[in-house]
């Protein structure tokens, strides 16, 4: 495959071109299938493959005659606009591609008719089917199958409303994050600068900006005065960088001389020529990636999908069953299609539905108070299962800020307050080395404070300047004393800032003892202030240089540095007389002595972590979850950071460091002792998938440094080929396509940008990584509670679907109508369902490893044996038990009510004798079925008392977990009033028919219940007594 | 060109051969384990296909596992190569079967029916002790509660699933079965029975018998010969075959129920809707139209054994023929109720006549 002489090393890496829009006569290079996407099968799309590359352009290394020639414009004059609106045509408008925005309606219907709907929907048509069968073959059918039908379409539609308001609300909170203002873009054209639309700028335009615009396409400058640009969006890069007309780097991310669309011109001015508009910019690329990624299942959508397969094989299973038995029982095919569909819709749990969405929301509710706003209700358990999370450095384990942390002055190090707080510690303020390094930092320094600040904390106030700066400036003004009015009575006469040929920054100040003579003050690399300094200070006396002092100083810089810290020299020179006031300097052709500077020490800065960091990584760590550090920063700044916060934990080494306790060399050094690893992003680029596998799989510690935008989206894959749910943070655009990739991406906040916000699931209000962990905690907590909630809500799936296979089989009355089972599952099980949702942790959620979500699932058959086999088994004796009780107490034994059936119901038959000779009405023995199918509903919901506190742990016994949920004690109490509401209301006999039940029937099932929290308690206590034992393999969900 | 760079670049890749081993051994186990849950499902179905207790559970779990195991397979079926995974099931299936090692075998599908035997068992002894204390607290003589079946309900007869007694005078077809009906239901009425069986009770007054509940209480008589025109016995076609149709009325019998003394139950038959005079005469038999007290209280079915209810029947002697003349028969007396909205059968009974002729 052909490439251009002039790619060097850029084009090795299987790179593709943004441009290939541009009448540019470069090479296309056509798409390569990477072998390392050979496992993916779903993603075929070639373009996405190649958008996951690196970017390359070669534009940053033409000359400017030569970008002149290639894009046919004059660097004075700009494009004539006859030749700008032929291009426009043809290049189509600078505006990235709006993602396919899923239309309301659809979000709607996704709601409706998505996961768990499906299963009611089908119970609602194959309703309307029964019902529809029954008039059509008999005149005076019931229209119970009408009514079910109707509620369960009501339920689904009504869950999926609520969850659509759900979810419309955070997107809500999403467009206000949003802010569309039209950009205007400063182009030149045929010689006149003019406003005009960003959308409007071709490739080729010769455009200036200033500091405060954003770029409006990616720029190749042609002329720069003092240009600072922020590409923390793209790089993560949080620092403002310079701009300059010269190639300085192969990569064109790093180039001085490249601008990038939708970045900011911090300060300064500069022009330059487009390179590419719209989707072919850096950014359009990502943006494109990030929308072409396919998004595999959340884990809670494929547990209700393994749920409702569960549920469905119940079903149909038990439907078949009792079809094939009706029929050998010799009942009609009529009706026993009816039996079918009616057993198949009654294992439809109505209500779970809408308790599944209420338990979410309130977790997502509870989470955003915790600063984690939950975009997507499913995510919320996501965040629960959780097992790896790729974590930014900037920002997120850090404060983004920053901060001076040690100090190396009279050959000691001291340590500086790097808090978050800053309590401000103590160190040797009264040495004179001191004072003169404080009096260095604070002059010799271009960055001030914003004004109108007084009121805010040093440590929060804005600055203007770089970050290094700004550091010295609120260190100094902290510890030392007013800069302002240090630099009022040193007045800078001369400077020469800092620029990184130089590598230092020179400032020359009128003493202010009033003796009219200068001191020359420097700071700056370490390495380069010493080359200048012929003696140092101790303890305010200048000694001569010595090798000692040298020694001491290299040892002290690499300490600094191997703490990845930044470190910077200063030094100072009192000027002679000669100099004194009014000599005027020429910082150009220098004519002061600029040699033989007196060294004062060094000041190391770093971007410390964030306070509540370390914990919460320890936390992560003992929940099992792996916490992977993916940053842009240098290696070894990575490294000390990941040190410092335990995301490489105390005592493990990388080989490197393996390498230097045994001396000798990396290569001898067995990578696998090592349990931590830090990867070079430029390592990362040449590594197959299998050997990213083989990092991700044998190391426990790892922090991915100076990785670029697209390789975030690697490591992501890379874990979840390792099985594992991953969880992303990010805030730049460089992130989204990571974010979207990720089983759950978290946005920043503060500092995210919008793009990224977009594609996230979950949005970190505080941008702390500590806000995860109490996600993580939150999720595992739901998930745990799901659990109980529909182990609770299933459970009362058997006494009421036993009725009906009973009323089938022994041919007795309806034991349980339709409409009394919807008052179970609609009514009285609701909110002690959801009650659960607010039950505490068994045990620490966070000392034991994420849930594997192959293995555990939310519904197992454990849980299924439990609550069908055992408890629903007992709950259905309950309510058989009252139910007999109250025919018996009426004059119907229950040896007579066998093969009652075909009597029972019929309207004609108005004599039926019961088992004293007595003989009644249709009506009358109706109310008494009625009275019994009440009798039968209030017996649940006595169980269901039982049921819910046995729900309440799964390990745990109720005494030890205690009764401190008020919702569930309000949910007893409320299911309670709600069937004794129903029993005795006047008129429920006519709405509902439901009947008044006498007291002593309420009672028939309260033995069952004791029955069913004793023998739960014994079970737990042997599952507690026999950890792993066989009872808990069989038994514990 | 990119895969060449790679392939090279493999050799000098870091890791060692032995470590790729050991994970792949972790792997197989994790798998092995997951196998032998399904080998053992697999087994159960194989070897206990029929346990007639809690089939119905039983299969229920099978069910279940089914598809779990499907799913199990899916997810097989993209990371490892089938063939082995088919060879490896098959050994843990005989391995399950005997495992030489532990020397055991179906031990755990064995123990789950085990345990689920005892568990329902147990649950059935509750139920059985439940409701044996139940029937202990019920007496077999007089149900605890009888407010549901008051007041008590009217039926006729012949009753045919249907109350519209449609028929054509001159075609016996269509009415020959009222007439089977009535004959067969009155075979217990039959005068020579009655006086075997039961005693000829004073009128007028309750047939109290005192006495243990236990006791075997005496029945009074009621004579088909009591229903005099619509007995059968002069005419066996019960005037249907001249189109002056008989229906018999009884009340429902509810034990202990009394009429209120000195004032019998009496029938009364009016036309429901439409001309009073589609119905210009009509005879009851007994011609007091009424329940006679004798005949309450009834003791119930296991001591008052030969308890015959007291009927009244209707004569329609001049009905307007050609035309559904609906009818209404109601109870009138103390405590009877006739006017029950829901319940067109209490203290009522409503039936329309189609004579052709």
């Given amino acids: 495959m052909g490439r251009q002489p002039t790619m060097g090393r850029g084009g090795k890496k299987g790179t593709v071109t943004p441009q290939e829009l541009n009448p540019s006569p470069r090479l296309k290079r056509g798409p390569k299938m990477g072998k390392r996407r050979k496992m993916k099968r779903k993603k075929k799309k070639t373009d996405v493959e190649e958008l996951k590359k690196e970017v390359v352009l070669d534009d940053h290394r033409l000359t400017l005659e030569e970008m002149s020639t290639k894009y046919s414009v004059d660097l004075m004059m700009g494009l004539s606009p006859e030749r700008a609106q032929e291009i426009l045509k043809k290049n189509g408008p600078n505006a990235l591609t709006p993602p396919p925005t899923t239309p309301k309606w659809v979000k709607f219907c996704r709601q409706l008719f998505g996961g768990f709907s499906i299963l009611l929907w089908i119970g609602a048509i194959l309703c309307f089917l029964a019902y529809g069968i029954q008039v059509h073959y008999k005149e005076d059918s019931t229209k119970d199958n009408l009514y079910l039908g109707m509620v369960l379409a009501i339920v689904v539609m009504i869950t999926g409303c609520f969850s659509y308001y759900q979810e419309a ?113 850096v950014m359009g690329r990502i943006a494109t990636l990030t929308s072409g990624l396919v998004v595999g299942k959340t884990p809670i959508a494929a547990e209700i999908e393994h749920f409702i397969q569960l549920i469905t094989g119940v079903a149909v299973f038990l439907g078949v069953s009792f079809f094939v038995l009706s029929l050998v029982l010799g009942y009609g095919w009529l009706e026993a299609v009816i039996f079918l569909i009616g057993i198949i819709v009654a ?145 800078k006469v001369a400077e020469i800032p800092f620029n990184s040929t130089n590598k230092y920054q020179m400032s020359i100040h009128l003493q202010e003892d009033g003796s009219q003579a200068h001191v020359l003050m420097m700071k700056g690399a370490p390495e380069r202030i010493l080359e200048f300094c012929s003696t140092y200070l101790l303890k305010g006396k200048e000694y001569p240089m010595d090798d000692e002092m040298k020694k001491n100083f290299q040892n002290a810089y690499l300490e600094l540095g191997g703490l990845g810290e930044r470190v910077l020299g200063f030094c100072f020179l009192n000027l002679p007389s000669t100099f004194s006031k009014g000599f005027r300097f020429n910082t150009d052709e220098i004519n002061f002595p600029m040699e033989n500077l007196c060294f004062v020490g060094l000041i190391s800065m770093i971007d410390p972590p964030r306070a509540a960091v370390p914990d919460a990584v320890g936390k992560c760590r003992s929940a099992g979850i792996k916490v992977i550090m993916v940053t842009g920063d240098h290696p070894i700044t990575a490294k000390a950071i990941a040190k410092g916060v335990g995301i490489i934990s105390e005592g493990t080494e990388t080989a490197e460091d393996m390498a230097a306790r045994l001396q000798v060399p990396v290569s001898q ?20 998938s299998e050997q990213l596998d083989e990092i991700l799989k044998n190391h426990t510690e790892i922090v991915f440094a100076r990785t670029s935008p697209q390789q975030k989206l690697i490591i992501v894959e890379g874990c979840q080929r390792q099985g594992a749910v991953v ?69 009362s799936n058997i006494p009421e679907i036993t009725p009906f296979l009973l009323f089938i089989i022994l041919s007795i009355p309806l034991p349980l109508g339709t409409i009394t089972i919807l008052c179970i599952d609609l009514g009285t099980d609701m909110v002690p369902a959801i009650s659960l949702a607010y039950e505490s942790a068994e ?42 009780v109250i025919l018996a107490e009426n004059g119907f034994k229950p040896i007579d009510l066998l093969g009652i059936r075909l009597n029972w119901e019929d309207r004609f038959f108005n004599d039926l004798e019961d088992s004293y000779g007595q003989q009644w009405t249709y009506e009358q023995r109706k109310v008494l079925e009625f009275t019994c199918q009440t009798a039968f509903f209030v017996s649940i919901v006595v169980v269901q008392w039982a049921d819910l506190i046995i729900c309440k742990t799964r390990r745990n016994s109720v005494f030890q977990q205690g009764m401190k949920n008020n919702i569930l004690i309000f949910g007893i109490m409320e299911e309670t009033f709600l069937a004794a509401f129903l029993s005795y209301a006047p008129g429920m006999d006519m709405a509902l028919r439901m009947y008044p039940l ?38 514990y969900y | 060109m990119r895969r060449q760079l790679r392939s090279r670049r493999a050799p000098a890749s870091p890791y060692g051969y032995r470590y790729r081993l050991d994970d792949q051994d972790e792997v197989n186990q994790n798998y092995l384990a997951d196998e032998e849950e399904e080998a053992e499902e697999e087994a159960r179905v194989m070897v206990v296909p029929d346990l007639e207790e809690e089939e119905e559970e039983e299969e229920e779990e099978e069910e279940e596992e089914e598809i779990e195991e499907e799913e199990k397979e899916e997810e097989k079926g993209q990371g490892q190569p089938t063939g082995n995974a088919w060879w490896q099931k098959w050994q843990i299936v005989n391995e399950y079967l005997w495992d030489p090692e532990k020397r055991m075998s179906l031990a755990r599908t064995g123990l789950i029916l085990v345990i689920y035997f005892f568990f329902y068992a147990s649950l059935a002894a509750v139920i059985t002790l439940c409701m044996y204390t139940l029937f202990l607290t019920i007496s077999p003589y007089m149900p605890p509660f009888t ?23 001159s075609e016996p077809d269509t009415w020959q079965h009222y007439v089977i009906s009535l004959n067969g239901f009155l075979q217990g009425y039959n005068d020579s029975l009655q006086e075997e069986m039961n005693v000829d009770c004073p009128p007028g007054q309750y047939f109290i018998q005192d006495g243990d509940e236990d006791e075997d209480k005496k029945a009074c008589q009621f004579k088909r010969s009591f229903l005099k025109n619509c007995s059968g016995l002069e005419d066996p076609t019960f005037g249907y075959s001249t189109g002056q149709p008989c229906i018999l009325l009884k009340m429902n019998r509810i034990v202990g ?51 015959t209810s007291p009927l009244v029947a209707m004569h329609f002697t001049d009905v307007v023929k050609n035309q559904a003349v609906p009818v209404q028969c109601q109870l009138k007396g103390k405590g009877i109720i006739n006017d029950v909205i829901n319940d067109r059968f209490v203290g009522r009974v409503i039936f329309t006549l189609n004579i052709e002729t």
Avoid at chain 1, 246 to 272: K, W, Y
Avoid at chain 2, 259 to 283: F, T, W, Y
């Fill in chain 1, 169 to 281: 609300k955070s997107s809500k909170i999403m467009e206000s994050f949003r802010n569309m203002v039209p950009q205007q873009a400063l182009v030149i054209r045929a010689g006149e600068k003019m406003q005009i639309n960003v959308e409007d700028v071709v490739v080729g335009d010769l455009v200036e900006v200033k500091g405060g615009d954003r770029i409006p396409a990616d720029l190749r400058l042609i002329s720069t005065q003092g240009c600072k640009v922020d590409n923390s969006s793209l790089t993560g890069e949080s620092e403002p960088q310079t701009r300059s007309p010269d190639f300085t780097h192969e990569n064109p991310l790093e180039t001085r001389n490249i601008c990038f669309f939708s970045t900011n011109c911090v300060e300064g001015t500069a022009r330059g020529i487009v390179i590419a508009t719209g989707d072919s910019t």
């Fill in chain 2, 257 to 307: 129920f009394r009429p209120e003394l000195g004032d019998p139950v009496k029938v009364s038959c009016k036309v429901q809707r439409g001309d009073e005079n589609d119905i210009r005469s009509i005879n009851y038999y007994p011609e007091s139209a009424s329940f006679d007290l004798r005949y309450y209280p009834y003791y119930g079915k296991l001591t008052h054994v030969n308890y």
């Fill in chain 1, 998 to 1035: 006498k007291l002593p029937w309420w009672l028939c099932a309260i033995p069952y219940s004791v029955l069913i929290f004793v023998y739960d308690e014994i079970r737990k206590l042997t599952i507690r007594r026999h950890p792993g034992g066989w009872l808990e393999r069989e038994t």
């Fill in chain 1, 843 to 884: 045990s620490d959620i966070m000392k034991r490893a994420p849930r594997n979500p192959k293995i555990d699932n939310l519904v197992n058959n454990r849980l299924i044996g439990m609550a069908y086999g055992q408890i629903g088994m007992i709950q259905a004796l309950a309510g058989f038990f009252t139910y007999f």
């Fill in chain 1, 669 to 688: 050094t067995n990578p696998r002792e090592a349990k931590a690893i830090v990867v070079h992003g430029s390592d990362l680029k040449d590594m197959t």
């Fill in chain 1, 347 to 491: 294992n439809v749990p109505e209500g779970l539905l809408a308790t599944v969405t209420v338990c979410l929301t309130l977790t997502a509710k509870r989470m955003s108070r915790k600063n984690c706003l939950v975009k997507n209700l499913e995510a919320v358990e996501t965040l629960g299962s959780t097992s790896t999370i790729c974590s930014d450095k900037t920002g997120t384990l850090t404060q983004n800020r920053m901060t001076v942390a040690h100090m190396w002055f009279d050959k000691t190090i001291y340590e500086a307050d790097t808090s978050e707080e800053q309590t401000g510690k103590t160190f040797a303020k009264g040495s004179t080395t001191w004072f003169i390094l404080a009096r260095i930092a604070a002059l010799c320094n271009r960055a001030d404070f914003k004004p109108n600040q007084e009121t805010l904390p040093i440590a929060k106030r804005a600055t203007t300047g770089d970050a290094s700066e700004s550091a010295l400036l609120k260190f100094i003004e902290q510890s030392y004393s007013s800069v302002k009015e240090m630099r009022e009575q040193n007045p």
């Fill in chain 1, 727 to 795: 969880a992303v943070t990010g805030d730049g655009v460089n992130d989204s396509p990571a974010l979207k990739k990720a089983d759950i991406g978290i946005a920043m906040g503060i500092s995210g940008s919008d793009v990224s916000k977009q594609a996230a699931d979950m949005i970190l209000l505080d941008d702390n990584f500590a806000s995860i962990v109490t996600g993580v905690e939150e999720g595992r907590l739901i998930f745990d509670n799901l659990k109980k909630s529909i182990a609770y809500t299933l459970t």
């Fill in chain 2, 147 to 169: 407010e549901r079946v008051k007041p008590p309900g009217v039926m006729i007869r012949p009753f045919a699933h249907s109350l519209n007694f449609n028929f054509n005078v």
